[in-house]
């Protein structure tokens, strides 16, 4: 069954300080992989993309790691900042049919504290 | 402005009483669908539609209908809501060929 698994479920970090978010997944055959970040009352939005040959890749202060051989993801941000705090969800697409199929995680829920 | 549009944001119904929100985005994305989304359980597809006309259950379709008479709409329509459809609804559209979905506002629904 393809499954996405994010930990953990929620995370406090005080302001400055930076953090890391796990993404572990079982899918086949895998696309690629999308961090999301998803603000209060919005709708989520693309943080950065990973494709199988890509092991890092920036966006600003946020750094998105991929192994495809132990099928594990991570986010980190550096330096946080308040308009961190949201909900990041990792989602992994299935190759297949006419079009992939998108798996979603259940999110981290980051606060950033003063 | 590129987006994706949901109408309404909010909304208190009663069970039993029809409703429908509406989906319109202007990117000409062939690909639209539908999310609820729950706390701890995260976004589900509920339906989605490949192209005019095509449309397909996603993972928790029950009570639940859709159509795609235009491209750029996909509305959702809940013939007889029931309070376990309380939920945050998402509409998203996307290319084919990307994988970079596009999210709307999200339709916060309560069904009393």
């Known amino acids: 069954k393809n499954q996405v698994e994010q930990s953990p479920q929620s995370l406090i970090i005080l302001e400055g300080k930076n953090c890391t978010l796990q993404c572990n997944y079982t899918v086949s055959p895998f696309s690629n992989l999308r961090w999301y970040k998803q603000d209060t009352g919005r709708g989520p939005v693309s943080l950065t993309i990973m494709t199988f040959s890509e092991n890092t890749k920036s966006n600003g202060r946020y750094t998105a790691t991929l192994d495809a051989d132990t099928k594990q993801s991570s986010l980190h941000i550096t330096a946080s900042q308040l308009s961190d705090s949201a909900s990041y969800i990792c989602?992994?697409?299935?190759?297949?049919?006419?079009?992939?199929?998108?798996?979603f995680g259940t999110g981290t829920l980051l606060a950033v504290q003063p | 402005e590129a987006q994706v549009t949901q109408n309404p944001r909010y909304l208190i119904t009663v069970t039993g009483k029809k409703l429908t929100v509406t989906c319109s985005q202007n990117m000409n994305h062939e690909y639209m669908s539908w999310y609820r989304q729950d706390p701890g359980l995260g976004l589900r597809q509920i339906y989605y539609?490949?192209?005019?006309?095509?449309?397909d259950k996603g993972d928790v379709p029950e009570g639940y209908k859709v159509s795609r008479k235009e491209k750029r709409n996909f509305p959702l329509i809940l013939e007889s809501p029931s309070p376990n459809q309380t939920s945050l609804y998402f509409c998203?559209?996307?290319?084919?060929?990307?994988?970079?979905?596009?999210f709307g506002q999200g339709t916060r629904l309560t069904v009393v």
């Open positions: 998203a559209s996307r290319l084919f060929s990307v994988t970079e979905a596009f």
């Open positions: 989602v992994v697409s299935v190759m297949g049919g006419a079009t992939n199929k998108l798996i």
């Open positions: 539609s490949m192209n005019v006309e095509v449309t």
